[in-house]
């Protein structure tokens, strides 16, 4: 490979990888190219050279993350034993968290790309996240067959899970400012692991005149 070819892959790489903190940061409609060129410490003409549009870099930098789990998240997983029950369980979930806290543009842009419908989020719905959400739906399915998830749609199940992970990172910021307890430590993100699980496997309560 030339050097003038790895010095043009560089480039293109840390224009994603600043695009993808732009988006995440400040939404589609406002990121601006020149801001991802600032962030990338390249012309803007390089940045059109590379991707031409806002959206065409808007898409590179999803499928950039979504490269990114796939490659990753296997390696979060190694060591964990399908077959350890309530040990494998809190793994897999463990490592969830720690995915999240190593690409929280991903939580991000998600989040973002959700709350505004239309012609992206189809895209990303198509390209991506319907096999993502139809994946964790049958890694919830598998886990119910193990008795480690009481029953219920998994999809449902999906997203209770994947909440109740996430919304603690989310304001974690806050919650140290108002109250100086970090959510984001190892120690606070273990107790809260802890208490979720506790709460996720404790038998049903019976109802009143049961």
Not at 47 to 72: C, I, M, P
Not at 73 to 89: C, K, S, T
Not at 159 to 187: K, Q
Request: net charge neutral.
């Amino acid at each position: 490979m030339t050097t003038r070819v790895q010095k043009r892959d560089r480039s293109r790489l840390r224009i994603l990888a600043a695009a993808i903190e732009v988006f995440a940061e400040l939404g589609f409609d406002a990121a601006s190219m020149g801001l991802i060129a600032r962030r990338s410490d390249v012309k803007k003409a390089l940045v059109q050279y590379h991707f031409e549009t806002k959206d065409k870099l808007w898409r590179a930098s999803v499928g950039e993350l979504f490269e990114q789990l796939n490659a990753s998240f296997p390696a979060y997983l190694q060591g964990i034993d399908p077959a350890d029950g309530d040990n494998y369980l809190r793994g897999v979930l463990r490592q969830m968290i720690r995915f999240a806290q190593d690409h929280p543009a991903w939580v991000g842009i998600m989040f973002r790309e959700s709350a505004t419908p239309g012609p992206r989020l189809d895209w990303l719905v198509d390209n991506y996240l319907r096999r993502h959400m139809d994946e964790g739906s049958g890694f919830i399915s598998q886990a119910q067959t193990q008795g480690l998830i009481p029953e219920g749609p998994p999809l449902h199940w999906l997203h209770l899970i994947s909440g109740a992970l996430l919304y603690p990172l989310l304001i974690a910021p806050l919650t140290l400012r108002a109250t100086d307890t970090d959510l984001s430590d190892e120690h606070n993100l273990d107790l809260l692991l802890t208490l979720f699980l506790r709460l996720l496997q404790s038998p049903a309560r019976p109802r009143a005149g049961d």
